[in-house]
C-alpha cells in the first residue's frame, strides 16, 4: 500500500481519469441525441457527473477502507469534489449533498470520529464556495488566482483534519498538501486547454452550419435536415411542410440605400422570423438558402397547421419598418407553402413545388402567400 502516492503516477492517474470522462461524456451525449432524446448537455452533465465521480471516490477508497491509512487517496477525492464543483459547475441541492456525505462516512467507518464530522462540514462549504467562485470569476483576470487561494485554503483546512484524525507527522501534512497545490494546478491548465480545443470546434461546426451574418442556420444544414425529415416522414407516415420566402425587391434595396441597408434588412428579418418562432414552437427550423430567400421546415405539420405561423410571420415582416442612416425602409415578402405527398419521390420534388407556390406569389404581385 501507498503511505505517499507517487507523485509522477498520481499526475498520470488523475488526468487519465478526467480525459476518460470527457471522452465517455462525449460517446453518451452523442448517442442520446442521435436517438432523439430530449435532454440538454446540462442536465446530462450534471446527472453523468455526480455518477461518475461517486463511483470514482468509492471505488479508489474501497482499498483502504476501515485501515490506518484512509487518508492516503484523499488527494485524489478532493480533486474529484473540485472538478465537479468549480469545472462542471454542478450545483447539488445542498439538502441532497449531506446525505451523500453522511453515506461515505458509513461506507468509511468513519462516522463516529469527530474529526470526520469537521471534515465533511468544511468539505461541503468548500464545494458551495467553488460553485461561487465559478459563478463570479471564472471570466475574470484573476480567475486563476481566486481558483488556486480558494483550493489550497480549504485543501490545508481538510488534511488538517486527517492531520488530527490519523495523528499525522506535519512532514506528511505538508507533502500532501503540497501536491493538492500542484495537482488543482495541473487540473486548471488541463481542463482550461481541453474546453478551449471544444471550443474551437464548437465555432467551426457553428460556421458550417449557421449564416454569419443573419445567424440563422444555413444551406448546408438545411440540406442535411430536409434529408433526414423527409426520410423520416416517408418512412414513418409523419407530416412534414415548408414554408419558402423572399424579400420583395431586394435588388432596389442594396441599389437604392447600399448592401449596409441590405445586410441590416436581412438580419432585421431573420431576428423577426426568429422571435416568432420562439414564442409558437422551438421544434420549427429557420434557415437563410439563398441572398434574400429563407426556408421553414415544420415537422410533424400538415400544411393547414402551418397557418397561424405563417401567417404571422408574413404580417410581422410586412410591417417592419428599417433604418438606414436617414432611410426608412419598408419591405414586403413573398411566400409559398406546401408539405410532403405521396408524389414525392426526393426532397427535390418536395422543394420544388414550394419553390413554384413562392415564385406564383412574385408573379401574382408579389406580397402574398401561396399554399398548395
Known amino acids: 500500500m501507498w503511505q505517499v502516492p507517487p507523485f509522477v503516477t498520481s499526475v ?57 491509512d484512509s487518508w492516503a487517496f484523499m488527494n485524489f477525492q478532493l480533486i474529484g469534489v473540485v472538478f465537479v464543483a468549480y469545472f462542471l459547475n454542478i450545483h447539488i441541492p445542498y439538502y441532497s449533498f449531506f446525505p451523500i456525505v453522511l453515506v461515505y462516512m458509513i461506507f468509511n467507518h468513519s462516522l463516529g470520529y ?49 492531520v488530527l484524525k490519523f495523528d499525522l507527522s506535519w512532514t506528511t501534512f505538508w507533502q500532501e498538501w503540497i501536491y493538492l497545490v500542484i495537482f488543482e494546478a495541473l487540473l486548471y491548465m488541463y481542463i482550461t486547454m481541453l474546453s478551449q ?29 430536409i434529408r433526414n425529415l423527409f426520410a423520416k416522414s416517408r418512412s414513418e407516415n409523419q407530416p412534414l411542410s415548408m414554408m419558402m420566402f423572399d424579400i420583395d425587391h431586394f435588388k432596389h434595396v442594396n441599389d437604392t440605400y447600399g448592401h449596409l441597408a441590405g445586410d441590416r434588412v436581412l438580419q432585421h428579418t431573420a431576428m423577426i422570423v426568429q422571435t416568432v418562432l420562439d414564442e409558437n414552437d ?24 402551418t397557418q397561424t405561423v405563417v401567417e404571422q410571420i408574413f404580417s410581422a415582416i410586412n410591417h417592419m419598418e428599417v433604418y438606414s442612416d436617414t432611410d426608412q425602409i419598408g419591405i414586403s415578402v413573398s411566400v409559398g407553402v406546401s408539405e410532403v405527398n405521396g408524389d414525392d419521390r426526393s426532397t427535390i420534388d418536395f422543394y420544388n413545388r414550394v419553390d413554384q407556390n413562392l415564385y406564383h406569389s412574385k408573379r401574382n404581385g408579389r406580397m402574398q402567400i401561396t399554399v398548395g
Open 197 to 225: 480545443d471544444s471550443a474551437i470546434k464548437i465555432r467551426l461546426a457553428e460556421l458550417a452550419s449557421h449564416d454569419t451574418l443573419t445567424k440563422t442556420e444555413n444551406f448546408t444544414a438545411y440540406t442535411d435536415d
Open 114 to 162: 469527530w474529526q470526520s464530522w469537521g471534515h465533511a462540514i468544511t468539505l461541503m462549504t468548500f464545494f458551495w464556495v467553488l460553485n461561487i467562485i465559478r459563478v463570479k470569476y471564472r471570466n475574470r483576470k484573476y480567475a486563476l488566482l481566486n481558483y488556486m487561494l480558494v483550493g489550497s485554503f480549504f485543501g490545508g483546512i481538510l488534511w488538517l483534519w486527517m
Open 282 to 305: 422551438t421544434s420549427i427550423r429557420f434557415y437563410r438558402t439563398g441572398g434574400e430567400e429563407f426556408n421553414i421546415l415544420f415537422p410533424g405539420y400538415e400544411v393547414d397547421d
Open 12 to 68: 498520470f492517474f488523475i488526468l487519465g481519469v478526467f480525459t476518460l470522462y470527457q471522452v465517455t461524456f462525449s460517446w453518451i451525449s452523442t448517442w442520446i441525441h442521435s436517438r432523439g432524446v430530449s435532454i440538454d448537455d446540462d442536465t446530462l452533465n450534471t446527472w453523468y457527473g455526480v455518477i461518475y465521480i461517486l463511483i470514482f471516490v468509492f471505488s479508489i477508497q474501497q482499498s483502504v477502507v476501515g485501515q490506518s
